[in-house]
């Protein structure tokens, strides 16, 4: 084969002597099709591998971890919570919309192939500089709006809440933004599906709708960085149709209560090619395979095409030989193709067939087995040593009230009312928490009375500061949103997001990144069961900040208790909860004053983190709390300034630090909490080692804090609007 055509499949010369090793021959294009896709960074991660392999992932509560579509968690009573995160990033940078949208669509896929009804979606977003009137800040509010529609119609149309989510921006998204979709699905914890493929004669089925030339190259595309040679790739972007998906859905969740199939798997990344692929060798089978016979929406297909299509809304099922008519009866009256299209063999092969011609034949184990796993070189990043010594100490005295008004304008704060009022929050009636009243999600589970809280975090700066410490704390505070809603924290999922992996800088951020995630996930005892990683954020060599978006899921036994993140009465005595020792590296008050990123980050006391989870869970059950807060970006003045706001409550408080700046900073293990039985919440903190404050009152028509003086009317007319009307400017 021409060496011109192997390099447009991204195969190295080291893989092509694997592949003649493999086939014992040259490969023809479908082969070498099937064998890019399958080894391409997305789905074989071959770069990183080696650093996921010694993740936490096992507790008495989990029942499925890594390595099926999604995780699964016992929630109790006999339910089981399934969730996943994935990434959507390069389609979203070339076409916002459809990226977006079927990013959703394919986390939702993810979820309800394991038999689970999907009960709600989230978003983790990262996107440029959006504020001016130069071309790349008008292309960011394009990006920004775009993916914001995209995800909302699909959600939408599928009649699934989007529940909540995280937004941040920095010039080093200008050239990748990030689009992670999260989805949980609930179900009976002993009715869970699998991919699988086995049982010699069964018949594979192909359901759902029918493919198309849309995606060709996605998961290919997806692992390579951004440059002047690849900038039009429409053609690899996915186009959705929620409604197709939710007859879907609604088709496979009515096959599910039969007894016809043996194993499904949704057609992801690589399409008919890694369902396939990934159903038989999971089962140690072969398969043969008609592609004739797949249903096709465009003429002239070929079977390169029919392998690699991304088409959306597709599923491929192991179905029990002599039930193929019963399920095309259930996808029929979903108005949805189900086509027999092969069957399972003991081969240990992919044999594939165009109109009864053998026209690829490739042994499965040896494809999985063989798929490289790279050792890739690493180096501490330059920058670090440059940036080190940043410190509050850098820069001349901001008064604070001059500091809290320039914060208050930043985007991080701002509330981001344009994009949730765009997601339906409420259908399915279980949403206790409404998106924008700030830290986890939680939803009820009606068939139990108890409640999923689901808390997703990650500050870039931080990673980007200290890679280890940034993605532990990311673990960390996505547990601690999930405490203080009342949930004990039991799992999560996460979606890794970085630049390179061919920059020794970027790999050496990427093995640090799964060192804090490995170290904090087994101090704090929430084990990682789902996941994904996404490499190649990078356009001309600029990678974005490292970002290993985290969602923490917990359950609280008891749906009518859980607990507010914002004010709710006059009069609540105000607490302050862990230590305040002036932590500004990667905060937003260096980067918002002095366009500084750096600093060194403290070492997280899991400890201490732990306890304060604790505390706030026991304080809960005996309904001692009013309400309970991470302080988080910004420190204890703007985490308080956007819960007075959204209540419309005022607050006077007082924090007498060891300097009045330190009421922005970002000291890890902290949260502010509204307290009702002041005695007995002292004793509570004296039994989990915990240091406590009283810093002041709910109440009035202003916001007073450490130098800090402005009305909640003048403060939330900022909060609530400008986000709004910097994106809206274009219209």
Same mark, same amino acid.
């Given at each position: 084969?021409?060496?011109?055509?192997?390099?447009?499949?991204?195969?190295?010369?080291?893989?092509?002597?694997?592949?003649?090793?493999?086939?014992?021959?040259?490969?023809?294009?479908?082969?070498? *099709?099937?064998?890019?896709?399958?080894?391409?960074?997305?789905?074989?991660?071959?770069?990183?591998?080696?650093?996921?392999?010694?993740?936490?992932?096992?507790?008495?509560?989990?029942?499925?971890?890594?390595?099926?579509?999604?995780?699964?968690?016992?929630?109790?009573?006999?339910?089981?919570?399934?969730?996943?995160?994935?990434?959507?990033?390069?389609?979203?940078?070339?076409?916002?919309?459809?990226?977006?949208?079927?990013?959703?669509?394919?986390?939702?896929?993810?979820?309800?192939?394991?038999?689970?009804?999907?009960?709600?979606?989230?978003?983790?977003?990262?996107?440029?500089?959006?504020?001016?009137?130069?071309?790349?800040?008008?292309?960011?509010?394009?990006?920004?709006?775009?993916?914001?529609?995209?995800?909302?119609?699909?959600?939408?149309?599928?009649?699934?809440?989007?529940?909540?989510?995280?937004?941040?921006?920095?010039?080093?998204?200008?050239?990748?933004?990030?689009?992670?979709?999260?989805?949980?699905?609930? %179900?009976?914890?002993?009715?869970?599906?699998?991919?699988?493929?086995?049982?010699?004669?069964?018949?594979?089925?192909?359901?759902?709708?029918?493919?198309?030339?849309?995606?060709?190259?996605?998961?290919?595309?997806?692992?390579?960085?951004?440059?002047?040679?690849?900038?039009?790739?429409? !053609?690899?972007?996915?186009?959705?149709?929620?409604?197709?998906?939710?007859?879907?859905?609604?088709?496979?969740?009515?096959?599910?209560?039969?007894?016809?199939?043996?194993?499904?798997?949704?057609?992801?990344?690589?399409?008919?090619?890694?369902?396939?692929?990934?159903?038989?060798?999971?089962?140690?089978?072969?398969?043969?395979?008609?592609?004739?016979?797949?249903?096709?929406?465009?003429?002239?297909?070929?079977?390169?095409?029919?392998?690699?299509?991304?088409?959306?809304?597709?599923?491929?099922?192991?179905?029990?030989?002599?039930?193929?008519?019963?399920?095309?009866?259930?996808?029929?009256?979903?108005?949805?193709?189900?086509?027999?299209?092969?069957?399972?063999?003991?081969?240990?092969?992919?044999?594939?067939?165009?109109?009864?011609?053998?026209?690829?034949?490739?042994?499965?184990? !040896?494809?999985?087995?063989?798929?490289?796993?790279?050792?890739?070189?690493?180096?501490? !990043?330059?920058?670090?040593?440059?940036?080190?010594?940043?410190?509050?100490?850098?820069?001349?005295?901001?008064?604070?009230?001059?500091?809290?008004?320039?914060?208050?304008?930043? !985007?991080?704060?701002?509330?981001?009312?344009?994009?949730?009022?765009?997601?339906?929050?409420?259908?399915?009636?279980?949403?206790?928490?409404?998106?924008?009243?700030?830290?986890?999600?939680?939803?009820?589970?009606?068939?139990?009375?108890?409640?999923?809280?689901?808390?997703?975090?990650?500050?870039?700066?931080?990673?980007?500061?200290?890679?280890?410490?940034?993605?532990?704390?990311?673990?960390?505070?996505?547990?601690?949103?999930?405490?203080?809603?009342?949930?004990?924290?039991?799992?999560?999922?996460?979606?890794?997001?970085?630049?390179?992996?061919?920059?020794?800088?970027?790999?050496?951020?990427?093995?640090?990144?799964?060192?804090?995630?490995?170290?904090?996930?087994?101090?704090?005892?929430?084990?990682?069961?789902?996941?994904?990683?996404?490499?190649?954020?990078?356009?001309?060599?600029?990678?974005?900040?490292?970002?290993?978006?985290?969602?923490?899921?917990?359950?609280?036994?008891?749906?009518?208790?859980?607990?507010?993140?914002?004010?709710?009465?006059? *009069?609540?005595?105000?607490?302050?909860?862990?230590?305040?020792?002036?932590?500004?590296?990667?905060?937003?008050?260096?980067?918002?004053?002095?366009?500084?990123?750096?600093?060194?980050?403290?070492?997280?006391?899991?400890?201490?983190?732990?306890?304060?989870?604790?505390?706030?869970?026991?304080?809960?059950?005996?309904?001692?709390?009013?309400?309970?807060?991470?302080?988080?970006?910004?420190?204890?003045?703007?985490?308080?300034?956007?819960?007075?706001?959204?209540?419309?409550?005022?607050?006077?408080?007082? %924090?007498?630090?060891?300097?009045?700046?330190?009421?922005?900073?970002?000291?890890?293990?902290?949260?502010?909490?509204?307290?009702?039985?002041?005695?007995?919440?002292?004793?509570?903190?004296?039994?989990?080692?915990?240091?406590?404050?009283?810093?002041?009152?709910?109440?009035?028509?202003?916001?007073?804090?450490?130098?800090?003086?402005?009305?909640?009317?003048?403060?939330?007319?900022?909060?609530?609007?400008?986000?709004?009307?910097?994106?809206?400017?274009?219209?």
């Amino acid at each position: 084969m021409d060496k011109a055509t192997i390099k447009a499949h991204k195969i190295s010369d080291g893989e092509y002597e694997n592949i003649l090793k493999i086939l014992g021959r040259e490969p023809n294009l479908l082969e070498l *099709g099937v064998f890019s896709a399958m080894w391409s960074e997305h789905c074989s991660y071959k770069s990183s591998k080696k650093y996921l392999n010694g993740f936490p992932t096992k507790a008495p509560w989990v029942i499925q971890g890594p390595g099926e579509n999604a995780g699964v968690i016992d929630v109790g009573d006999g339910y089981a919570a399934v969730f996943k995160m994935e990434s959507h990033n390069h389609p979203s940078f070339i076409e916002p919309y459809q990226g977006a949208a079927t990013g959703v669509g394919g986390i939702l896929r993810d979820v309800f192939t394991m038999g689970a009804r999907v009960v709600a979606n989230m978003n983790s977003l990262r996107f440029g500089n959006f504020i001016g009137s130069d071309k790349v800040a008008k292309y960011q509010r394009h990006l920004i709006k775009g993916s914001v529609a995209g995800i909302g119609h699909y959600g939408n149309c599928m009649g699934i809440p989007t529940v909540g989510g995280e937004v941040g921006f920095d010039e080093s998204f200008n050239g990748n933004i990030l689009v992670n979709a999260f989805a949980l699905g609930l %179900c009976k914890s002993d009715e869970i599906f699998y991919a699988k493929a086995e049982g010699v004669g069964n018949p594979v089925m192909y359901v759902g709708s029918k493919t198309g030339r849309d995606g060709l190259g996605g998961a290919v595309m997806a692992s390579d960085s951004f440059n002047d040679e690849n900038k039009s790739l429409r !053609p690899t972007v996915q186009v959705g149709d929620p409604f197709a998906e939710k007859l879907l859905m609604e088709a496979c969740l009515e096959l599910f209560k039969t007894d016809y199939i043996v194993g499904i798997q949704d057609m992801g990344a690589a399409g008919l090619t890694s369902s396939s692929f990934e159903m038989a060798g999971r089962s140690g089978s072969g398969m043969r395979m008609h592609l004739d016979k797949v249903p096709m929406r465009e003429s002239g297909m070929t079977p390169y095409e029919l392998m690699l299509s991304e088409s959306q809304e597709r599923m491929l099922i192991c179905a029990k030989k002599g039930y193929e008519g019963k399920i095309k009866e259930i996808f029929a009256k979903w108005d949805l193709d189900a086509e027999v299209i092969g069957e399972v063999t003991n081969s240990g092969k992919m044999e594939l067939f165009w109109h009864n011609e053998l026209v690829g034949e490739i042994p499965i184990e !040896p494809l999985s087995e063989a798929a490289p796993i790279l050792d890739r070189p690493t180096a501490r !990043p330059k920058y670090l040593d440059e940036i080190k010594n940043i410190s509050l100490n850098s820069f001349a005295k901001v008064p604070n009230q001059e500091a809290f008004e320039k914060l208050l304008h930043n !985007p991080h704060i701002l509330n981001k009312s344009f994009i949730y009022d765009q997601y339906d929050a409420n259908i399915q009636t279980n949403t206790i928490k409404q998106p924008g009243h700030l830290g986890a999600a939680v939803i009820r589970i009606k068939q139990t009375g108890k409640a999923v809280a689901m808390g997703m975090q990650c500050s870039s700066r931080h990673n980007y500061v200290d890679p280890k410490i940034g993605a532990a704390m990311a673990v960390a505070e996505s547990g601690r949103k999930v405490a203080m809603s009342g949930a004990t924290p039991l799992a999560i999922t996460d979606c890794l997001n970085y630049g390179n992996p061919e920059n020794p800088e970027i790999m050496w951020q990427f093995a640090q990144g799964c060192e804090g995630i490995k170290e904090a996930c087994k101090e704090l005892n929430t084990p990682v069961v789902s996941g994904n990683v996404s490499l190649y954020n990078d356009t001309d060599g600029v990678g974005v900040y490292p970002t290993p978006g985290i969602v923490s899921v917990g359950v609280n036994d008891d749906a009518t208790n859980s607990l507010s993140s914002v004010f709710k009465a006059n *009069g609540t005595a105000l607490y302050l909860v862990g230590e305040t020792t002036g932590e500004f590296a990667g905060s937003l008050y260096l980067k918002a004053l002095f366009n500084a990123v750096g600093g060194e980050l403290k070492e997280v006391d899991y400890k201490k983190e732990r306890a304060l989870w604790d505390l706030v869970i026991e304080a809960n059950k005996a309904r001692i709390l009013e309400f309970a807060n991470s302080v988080g970006t910004g420190g204890v003045a703007m985490s308080l300034a956007k819960m007075s706001a959204i209540s419309g409550l005022g607050v006077k408080a007082k %924090c007498e630090f060891g300097d009045e700046r330190w009421v922005f900073d970002e000291s890890f293990s902290r949260a502010v909490v509204g307290v009702k039985d002041e005695a007995k919440f002292a004793e509570l903190a004296t039994k989990f080692g915990l240091k406590i404050a009283k810093i002041g009152v709910v109440g009035g028509e202003h916001f007073e804090i450490d130098g800090v003086k402005m009305s909640v009317k003048a403060m939330s007319e900022i909060y609530f609007n400008e986000f709004r009307n910097i994106i809206k400017q274009d219209d």
